[in-house]
């Protein structure tokens, strides 16, 4: 009984890295079926703003090996003139994975960095620790 469960096992532990590959190989197919013209990743499902799933997408799709596929986003990204601290963090990071320096955008942010060390939406905003964490990123 023993030798037939560590067989099963073992054959589970041989296939699952196969099964992994094809679900993020369909997952990859679905993420780049999302992309819209402007560069954004959107779906009529999601709960994010498109600037916040596009973020999220690039970083999937880098983190894959898929890098090459971001510049329409990172475009996308870059023409958000909302610059809040969650924002301009994605902006930031976006551009960096992509090569691209950011020195104005990490000014803007260390400027909205509070007297505690926190940070809020913009300068002089409550801390908060949503804030804080999206711009310790």
Known sequence: MRSIRRAIAALALAVSPFVVLADTATGLQ??????????????????????????????AL???????????????????????????????????????????????LTGYQNRDDSFGEFSDYQGNVLDTAYALE
């Not at 079926?33 to 703003?49: H, P, R």
């Not at 909302?82 to 990071?93: A, C, F, M, P, W």
């Open 30 to 59: 679905w993420l780049s079926a999302q992309q819209a013209s402007d560069g954004s990743y959107v779906s009529a499902a999601d709960i994010a703003t498109p600037y916040q799933a596009t973020s999220e997408a690039i970083r």
């Open 62 to 108: 880098r983190a894959l090996g898929q890098g090459g596929q971001t510049s329409g986003a990172v475009s996308f990204i870059n023409g958000e003139a909302h610059v809040g601290t969650e924002y301009l963090t994605r902006k930031i990071v976006a551009n960096l994975e992509a090569g691209i320096p950011a020195p104005g955008l990490l000014t803007t």
